[in-house]
């Protein structure tokens, strides 16, 4: 029997593993287009790279339909909330976000100083926007939105992320963490885009890691309000998305149709992971991201263990459920089969 994978971020798969299936990654390898601009790029790598990133802003800026001074860029979205964070809180500040979610939030709040001020979700892995709103103090700074809700997988609606704009305090930032928003299938999903106009504290955060592949180059953004950018941009690193990110992220974007064809793909396996494991008696939150939940509480261990038996690295969340990524169809099939004997075992 093979050890219990305990969770190392970024751990590989090691020996009899075949399949990392725990950090929500993109499994098609970059496109060929993406490749060769890289590699080509590659040729220059004894200069710097452009500072002010001005190629990789302009396209973002066309794509989100903004000005080019509303997109701040970073070395992967995670590196960008931590900017905009430090820009943001010191001590004695305070960040509401739903939990359990993504792991970086508390670790990006206590970074500043700040406090972390985590509300649980509803049983259906959803945001508890009442609870949420409750939770905000007057030395709230922020409230961190998550859509869709990593490892759950439900995503926040139109009328909840509203709600949170007209009712959270003027002074507190609405950050919208919407890093799988292209797997999201479901329509009463929050629109971004239709808010961001009329609402000066909202920032969206988006990342190249899921959607367009390139986890291993660091790629991410935050789009908002001119004058709030600003403050974020002076708070970043220098030179915080390396030349070959750049050009990559770049390509990306010109090639966007060819990597949704494939977002579409790895959604077809999602839904079709999801009604299996329903079918087999799982109870699965609605799944919206490149990932499924298992809820099995005190079990997290000993499934993420028949996993890891078949080949396969999942991420188990001790007490609390197991989280799955999307894989090819391969890989969904032997999750099936695992999932099916492991109930059948009771
Ligand atoms: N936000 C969420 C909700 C995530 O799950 C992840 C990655 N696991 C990120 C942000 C981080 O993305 P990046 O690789 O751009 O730092």
Redesign the pocket.
């Known amino acids: 029997m093979l050890a219990l994978p305990v969770y190392v971020p970024g751990a590989r798969p090691q020996g009899a593993m075949v399949e990392k299936l725990s950090?929500?990654e993109n499994p098609y390898p970059p496109l060929p287009g993406v490749l060769t601009a890289v590699t080509d790029a590659a040729a220059d790598l004894n200069r710097y790279p452009d500072m002010a990133t001005s190629e990789l802003i302009a396209a973002l800026a066309e794509l989100h339909g903004v000005e080019t001074d509303q997109v701040v860029v970073?070395?992967?979205?995670?590196?960008?909330?931590e900017t905009i964070l430090r820009a943001l809180c010191q001590e004695g500040d305070e960040v509401v976000h739903a939990w359990r979610?993504?792991?970086?939030?508390p670790i990006a709040v206590a970074v500043t100083g700040a406090t972390s001020v985590p509300v649980p979700l509803t049983p259906d892995g959803r945001h508890d926007v009442d609870a949420m709103l409750a939770a905000i103090t007057g030395r709230t700074r922020a409230i961190l939105l998550?859509t869709?809700?990593?490892?759950t997988g439900p995503v926040l609606t139109q009328a909840e992320v509203e709600r949170v704009l007209a009712e959270a305090p003027s002074d507190v930032l609405v950050l919208l963490?919407?890093?799988?928003v292209e797997f999201v299938r479901d329509p009463a999903v929050v629109d971004s885009a239709s808010l961001l106009p009329g609402h000066n504290r909202l920032v969206v955060?988006?990342?190249?890691?899921?959607a367009y592949g390139l986890?291993g180059l660091?790629?991410?953004y935050a789009v908002g309000r001119a004058r709030l950018i600003a403050g974020f941009r002076a708070a970043s690193t220098p030179f915080g998305v390396n030349a070959l990110a750049q050009v990559a992220a770049v390509e990306s974007l010109r090639q966007r149709d060819a990597l949704l064809d494939r977002v579409d793909a790895l959604v077809v396996e999602r839904d079709r992971l999801v009604a299996g494991l329903r079918g087999q008696g799982w109870d699965v939150p609605d799944a919206q991201?490149n990932f499924v939940w298992l809820g099995v509480g005190d079990r997290a261990g000993v499934l993420a263990r028949a996993f890891a038996e078949a080949g396969l690295l999942v991420r188990p969340f001790a007490g609390e459920g197991v989280r799955i990524s999307v894989g090819d169809r391969d890989a969904c099939d032997l999750v099936l089969d695992v999932a099916g004997e492991f109930l059948a075992a009771g």
């Open positions: 950090s929500n970073g070395n992967g979205s995670t590196a960008v909330l979610s993504f792991e970086a939030y998550c869709p809700n990593n490892p963490d919407e890093a799988y955060l988006r990342t190249f890691s899921k986890a660091r790629v991410g991201g």
